[in-house]
């Protein structure tokens, strides 16, 4: 199980990547939670431009035999949708790069820190 260590998770099996700017954040799956829900077919989120709280649905992700709500690991403004999304696959093939679902302006930097890191996240999941 790929546990990338400069990413945080939350418990919901969504991971932040805190950008350079300090100020937007990368959010996507992570590797356990693709792996749960086999293979993706469709992405569906929320609008740029919308406002999110954190824990808040910012949309879903449907696989062949389920379909899961997305969690807002932190608060801020959804920026943008990753286009890559529109083949969905890339998902399960890359979700710590070219699956990245959305881009975040967060609204407090430091809450990126109380979030799991990659050992805390790798105890959650037993790996």
């Given at each position: ?6 990413l ?24 356990f939670a ?16 919308t ?10 992700v ?25 083949a ?6 890359d ?7 959305v ?15 990659a ?9």
């Amino acid at each position: 199980m790929n546990i990338p260590e400069d990413l945080r998770y939350t418990k919901d099996h969504e991971w932040v990547k805190l950008l350079e700017d300090g100020c937007t954040a990368l959010v996507g799956i992570t590797d356990f939670a693709q792996s749960e829900l086999g293979d993706i077919v469709f992405v569906e989120l929320k609008a740029p431009g919308t406002k999110l709280k954190a824990h808040e649905v910012f949309g879903t992700v449907e696989a062949v035999k389920t379909v899961a709500d997305l969690f807002a690991p932190i608060a801020g403004e959804l920026i943008e949708i990753n286009d890559a999304l529109d083949a969905a696959e890339v998902v399960n093939t890359d979700p710590y790069g070219e699956g990245w679902l959305v881009k975040i302006t967060v609204d407090d930097a430091t809450a990126v820190e109380d979030l799991l890191d990659a050992a805390s996240y790798s105890q959650l999941i037993g790996a």
